[in-house]
């Protein structure tokens, strides 16, 4: 049956027979498509996580052999800079995977550290496979061509040095982990001193004024404290550079009143400390100590500090071993110099 016309003239058509719009709008995304996308996004979310989680310096501090340099870091001048601004090579926002990379190399390497003991625990100890900081992690912050002299009031010219070092270590090796007995300014005096009052460099003179102004106070810190007298010894023979950088050696040798410090074999040996008279004894003491078992506690292997004296402890020694194992220091008539007093003593 034939659709009857309406009274505009046109044809009426059956519902069924009525065209369906046309759907616009965006295409759904293949499901492939969307389990792509969402696999993209979880991995750059676990980068960004990562990347995030592991810069924390918590991180680094919470392997027991990187203790003393976080704590080193800590009291720097560093302190507020994270330990991968440094350690890690400066990236832009968008190599995050070089970055993620670079990272997770730092973190085997120490793990395989602490794995396998091959670690250094003292701050200045380079760590195996650590390489120096390069100048660019440097000036990521700090400008190569600023004219300020050093805060600790030290006279450089900072261009000229960075000019001919080309290196911003060659000065600055302590800046992040400074060392607690060399104090914690950026420049060390003895770093300066590579150079400084050397054969190899004539121009760069060792003379306190062309570093130090004229008012500037040349005793350390150390010095004035009243340990120092005693407790300089261990500083010395750390680090011996420290003493040579404003002391001869005759300085040294005048105050101790023999050669410092002890020469090679000084401890053993037919040169050694033997040769000295019994009465450089009170030269001994004024390192060693004025205990009168000075000598015992090397000399005589069976002595016990709990038990007293050495004199108190020896006869059961010499009644045991004879007095043969006494004549490998002691001449024969030694002992008569106390056992002949006590014979004295007792006659009536």
Known sequence: MAPEPTETGEVSRPMSATPKPERRGIRRVPILARVVI???????????AFDLGTASPKVCSSCHEIVPR????????????ACVKCHQRPTAWYELPQRVIDRGRLLWRDVAAHRSGDYDDPVDARIAGAEPVTDAVCLQCHDPNRKATSGFRILIDH???AKRNWSCISCHVRTAHPIASLGTPLSLMTQCFTCHGTPGQPKASAECGVCHPADYELLPPSHTETTWKNGHGSVSQSDPNQCGMCHKQSFCDDCHGLAMPHPIGWAKGPAGHATLPDSSKTLCMRCHGSSPDLCTMCHHQAYDPKKGTWLEQHPPV???EGFSSCEACHPEAYCSFCHTKLVEDSTP
């Open 38 to 48: 969402g696999v993209v996004l979880g991995v750059v979310a676990l980068a960004v």
């Open 70 to 81: 976080a704590e080193s870091w800590a009291v720097s001048a560093h302190s507020t800079v």
């Open 159 to 161: 261009v000229e040095h």
């Open 318 to 320: 010499v009644k045991s």
